[in-house]
C-alpha cells in the first residue's frame, strides 16, 4: 500500500494476523503512474506491477515503540506551543499600549497592572479570555514538566541520545527526536541526505542552464526541523564558532535563511557522530582541517568508535 495517515490500525491489523505489510513512497509511486486516469483499480494494478518488477518503492517503518514514544513527543510540543501562543497575544496586547514588561507581564504584579490597564471594549474582553486561557494553562505547566521529565528518562536510557547530546545546544528532546525519526543512520548513505529527509533544502525548478531555487521542501518532520532550528540557534548563541558561522550567513543572506541553513548543518552534523560513535569533541577532529597550522598531509588517524 501507499503511505497514507490514519492507517495505523490497519497497519496493526496485518501485524496482529502475520502478515508482512510493505509501505511505498506516494511520491514515487506517482512518478511511475504513466495514465493520469487514478482510481482504485489503476493503482492496484500499478502496485502489482511494481512489486512484480521488483521495483517497489518500499519505505522504512517505525515500530511500535518508536511511535508511542514520538506521542510523546508531540504531545509535549503542543501543550507548550498552546502556553506560548496565549503568552505572545498578551505581550502584544501590552506593547500596544506602549508597556514592554517581557517576563515580568506574567508575574503577579505584571498581570495586575495588565487588568488595570484602560482598553476599548473588545480589547479589554480579549485581554480578560486570554488570562482566564493563561490561568488554565498555568494549571498545565506541572503535566509539562511531567512529560520533560520523561522525555529526559528516556533519552538517558539510550547510548545514541547521550552521544548527541555532547553537541553545543542539543538537548534530551532534541536528540531523541533525531534518533526516533531518522531511525537508524544506515538508511542514508551521506549526510547531505538527512537535509533532503526532514525537509531543509530549497525547491528547485531549474532549465536550459538556468537554476531557480525556491523556499524550503518542508518534506518530512516537521517536529524534527523545529527542534533542529531551534537547537542552532542555542549552538550559535553559546558556543563561537557556530555563532561566527551564523553571523557571516546573515550578514551574506538573512537572518531566517541563517537559521535554517544553521539547523540543516546542525542535522548532517549529528548524523555524522551517530554513525561514526564519536562524541562532540572527538568530532572536530575528523573534520575539516583547512585554516588550520600544524596539519600534515597522508597522516593516518584511528577512527572514534
Not at 522504512?60 to 503568552?87: A, C, F, S, Y
Not at 506541572?142 to 538517558?156: F, H, N, S, Y
Not at 547530546?165 to 551521506?190: C, D, N
Not at 533532503?196 to 531549474?206: A, H, L
Request: net charge positive.
Amino acid at each position: 500500500m501507499e503511505a497514507t495517515g490514519y492507517s495505523r490500525w490497519f497497519e496493526r491489523l496485518f501485524a496482529e494476523l502475520g502478515f508482512e505489510l510493505w509501505i511505498g513512497d506516494p511520491a514515487e509511486i506517482k512518478a511511475k503512474r504513466v495514465k493520469k486516469q487514478k482510481n482504485d483499480r489503476n493503482d492496484a494494478r500499478l502496485l502489482l506491477r511494481l512489486m512484480r518488477e521488483k521495483n517497489f518503492p518500499q519505505i522504512w517503518v517505525p515500530g511500535p515503540e518508536n511511535r508511542d514514544l514520538r506521542q510523546l513527543l508531540w504531545h509535549r510540543h503542543r501543550l507548550v506551543q498552546m502556553r506560548t501562543r496565549i503568552m505572545n497575544q498578551l505581550q502584544a496586547l501590552a506593547m500596544n499600549e506602549g508597556y514592554r514588561w517581557k517576563k515580568k507581564l506574567f508575574s503577579e504584579q505584571g498581570r495586575a497592572k495588565l487588568e488595570k490597564l484602560a482598553l476599548a471594549p473588545w480589547a479589554s474582553r480579549r485581554r480578560q479570555e486570554l488570562l482566564e486561557l493563561l490561568e488554565l494553562l498555568d494549571r498545565m505547566n506541572p503535566t509539562i514538566e511531567e512529560l520533560t521529565a520523561a522525555v529526559e528518562w528516556e533519552a538517558r536510557k539510550r547510548p545514541e541520545v547521550l552521544r548527541l547530546m555532547t553537541h553545543p545546544g542539543v538537548g534530551p528532546l532534541t536528540a531523541l527526536a533525531y534518533v526516533l525519526i531518522i531511525g537508524t543512520p544506515t538508511r542514508f548513505q551521506r549526510g547531505k541526505q538527512i537535509g533532503t529527509y526532514v525537509g531543509m533544502i530549497p525547491s528547485e525548478d531549474s532549465s536550459a542552464g538556468k537554476q531557480r531555487l525556491g523556499h524550503i521542501s518542508k518534506q518530512g518532520s516537521s517536529l524534527l526541523r523545529f527542534l533542529l532550528v531551534e537547537a542552532a540557534q542555542a549552538a550559535a548563541r553559546i558556543h563561537p564558532d557556530w555563532r561566527r558561522r551564523y553571523i557571516h550567513l546573515a550578514m551574506r543572506r538573512h537572518k531566517s535563511i541563517a537559521k535554517v541553513a544553521m539547523g540543516r548543518r546542525l542535522a548532517v552534523r549529528l548524523y555524522w557522530m551517530w554513525r561514526n560513535g564519536c562524541e562532540y569533541a572527538q568530532s572536530l577532529e575528523f573534520g575539516s582541517y583547512a585554516g588550520q597550522l600544524g596539519t600534515g598531509h597522508g597522516g593516518s588517524k584511528t577512527p572514534c568508535t
